[in-house]
């Protein structure tokens, strides 16, 4: 909490990857409810999709798996 979504992204790319975003934009937001499979807790959850410059393509290990366009959706 306490930081904007564009924030955490920033945030949690740096952390988890070492890599700084540049050029980013902010593409959907996706809505979903569920029930909580442990707690039973119903729940409200929303996604921020952001698009970034392609600053790490070359620096991702091989296990990554890349998708075409068609696979893609926009």
């Known amino acids: 909490m306490n930081e904007s979504s564009l924030e955490a992204a920033h945030r949690e790319v ?3 990857l070492g890599y700084e975003m540049k050029n980013i934009k902010l593409v959907s937001v996706l809505e979903n ?9 119903h ?3 929303y996604c921020f999709v952001y698009q970034c410059e392609d600053i790490i393509t070359n620096a991702l290990p091989k ?3 890349s ?8």
């Not at 409810?33 to 807790?41: G, K, L, M, R, Y």
């Open 14 to 16: 740096q952390e988890e």
């Open 33 to 41: 409810f569920f029930v909580h499979e442990t707690t039973h807790t």
């Open 43 to 45: 729940v409200h959850e």
């Open 63 to 65: 296990f990554f798996v």
């Open 67 to 74: 998708l075409s366009k068609q696979e893609v959706v926009e």
